[in-house]
């Protein structure tokens, strides 16, 4: 299987990648002329540069290749305008797919993401017959993604490429070339002093496993479906306990309420405005407060899809992102980390070093 994975610095397609090495396989990454490689550069792949939003620059990418894992879409909830976003979203997996046809490409699997799937102010599990509505409410990347879904499965009719969605829930782990909202979970709590947790729940992935749910989704998906890619459905009061102890700062103390959420997350974006540094939360954020994103992975599991724990994906997040920039000092001089996690750092580096990386991790 010859394959191209677009986004290709982004923290999916960087394990995608090397998801794709480890089976033996020997991937074309794509990315934009200015994107930060730091991440994939070492990896011993193709890489080659081009624009999801200039078609002119896909078609090279795209010759000969039997799959397209198209990726390039940034999860964001600060930085980007929501129409960059959705022309991105939208335009940009038109591009990929036309492209795709034009090159004899049989197959697309595109990332898209559980909150398409919905969410609920109850303990509830949703799959994929359920359906997020384009509540204007709603942040400017659900929106996107939304929006995503429904015109690629449309143009992918169209134009007689077989697609196929990845639907992640919140995916931690290594080798990101940015944050991101799904790690930023975690170092938010561990910068915050108060030690506060908020309602609600959510679905922790591997970002490991993500990735090799999308070859699986490659080889055996069914045309025109969706698969959540997922693992355990946790309480957040659960999910910033677990970081506690793996991390070994406090535990959660205080429950803060949507309003106090959403006060916090304003100052923190005022704060980022003056300072230039990205907001710790957002009210975007701060609105998904009080829901449940829990979902059933059940359908992929079929296909084999075997997920690690939730502890072990939080464990490599942890290690990865504790000797990082995302961390500060002051941080990371008040963490005690569990055995669990030096565990992860040694595996990461070792299967760093099997891919030819040396202590990359």
């Given at each position: 299987?010859?394959?191209?994975?677009?986004?290709?610095?982004?923290?999916?397609?960087?394990?995608?990648?090397?998801?794709?090495?480890?089976?033996?396989?020997?991937?074309?990454?794509?990315?934009?002329?200015?994107?930060?490689?730091?991440?994939?550069?070492?990896?011993?792949?193709?890489?080659?540069?081009?624009?999801?939003?200039?078609?002119?620059?896909?078609?090279?990418?795209?010759?000969?290749?039997?799959?397209?894992?198209?990726?390039?879409?940034?999860?964001?909830?600060?930085?980007?305008?929501?129409?960059?976003?959705?022309?991105?979203?939208?335009?940009?997996?038109?591009?990929?797919?036309?492209?795709?046809?034009?090159?004899?490409?049989?197959?697309?699997?595109?990332?898209?993401?559980?909150?398409?799937?919905?969410?609920?102010?109850?303990?509830?599990?949703?799959?994929?017959?359920?359906?997020?509505?384009?509540?204007?409410?709603?942040?400017?990347?659900?929106?996107?993604?939304?929006?995503?879904?429904?015109?690629?499965?449309?143009?992918?009719?169209?134009?007689?490429?077989?697609?196929?969605?990845?639907?992640?829930?919140?995916?931690?782990?290594?080798?990101?070339?940015?944050?991101?909202?799904?790690?930023?979970i975690l170092t938010s709590y561990l910068a915050d002093p108060l030690r506060m947790t908020w309602a609600g729940g959510c679905n922790i992935v591997s970002v490991r496993d993500?990735?090799?749910?999308?070859?699986?989704?490659?080889?055996?998906?069914?045309?025109?479906?969706?698969?959540?890619?997922?693992?355990?459905?946790?309480?957040?009061?659960?999910?910033?306990?677990?970081?506690?102890?793996?991390?070994?700062?406090?535990?959660?103390?205080?429950?803060?309420?949507?309003?106090?959420?959403?006060?916090?997350?304003?100052?923190?974006?005022?704060?980022?405005?003056?300072?230039?540094?990205?907001?710790?939360?957002?009210?975007?954020?701060?609105?998904?407060?009080?829901?449940?994103?829990?979902?059933?992975?059940?359908?992929?599991?079929?296909?084999?899809?075997?997920?690690?724990?939730?502890?072990?994906?939080?464990?490599?997040?942890?290690?990865?992102?504790?000797?990082?920039?995302?961390?500060?000092?002051?941080?990371?001089?008040?963490?005690?980390?569990?055995?669990?996690?030096?565990?992860?750092?040694r595996a990461t580096a070792l299967d760093e070093a099997r891919l030819g990386l040396g202590s990359a991790a």
């Open positions: 299987m010859k394959a191209l994975v677009t986004g290709a610095n982004g923290l999916i397609g960087a394990n995608l990648l090397r998801e794709l090495l480890r089976k033996g396989l020997a991937p074309t990454g794509l990315v934009r002329p200015t994107a930060d490689l730091s991440s994939i550069g070492a990896l011993p792949i193709e890489l080659m540069t081009g624009d999801v939003l200039a078609p002119e620059s896909l078609a090279p990418a795209m010759a000969g290749q039997d799959v397209v894992f198209h990726t390039a879409v940034a999860f964001s909830y600060w930085g980007h305008e929501p129409a960059e976003m959705a022309r991105t979203a939208i335009e940009g997996s038109l591009n990929i797919l036309t492209a795709a046809a034009q090159a004899g490409v049989k197959r697309v699997v595109m990332t898209s993401s559980s909150v398409t799937l919905g969410a609920s102010y109850r303990p509830e599990i949703r799959d994929e017959a359920s359906s997020a509505q384009d509540d204007p409410d709603e942040s400017a990347y659900v929106l996107a993604k939304i929006a995503q879904e429904r015109e690629a499965l449309a143009a992918a009719r169209r134009l007689g490429v077989e697609i196929v969605f990845a639907c992640p829930t919140m995916s931690v782990g290594p080798f990101g070339a940015s944050l991101g909202p799904s790690n930023g993500v990735a090799a749910g999308h070859i699986l989704l490659a080889r055996h998906g069914a045309a025109g479906e969706r698969y959540v890619l997922g693992s355990e459905n946790l309480d957040w009061r659960d999910i910033h306990a677990m970081v506690a102890d793996l991390a070994g700062v406090g535990a959660p103390r205080t429950t803060a309420s949507a309003v106090a959420c959403y006060s916090l997350a304003a100052a923190e974006e005022l704060r980022a405005r003056l300072t230039g540094k990205a907001p710790l939360a957002t009210r975007a954020q701060a609105r998904m407060v009080g829901r449940y994103y829990w979902y059933d992975h059940g359908r992929v599991g079929a296909l084999g899809y075997r997920p690690r724990p939730a502890r072990e994906a939080l464990a490599e997040a942890l290690a990865w992102l504790s000797p990082s920039p995302h961390i500060s000092r002051e941080t990371r001089t008040g963490m005690r980390l569990a055995a669990e996690v030096h565990a992860a750092r």
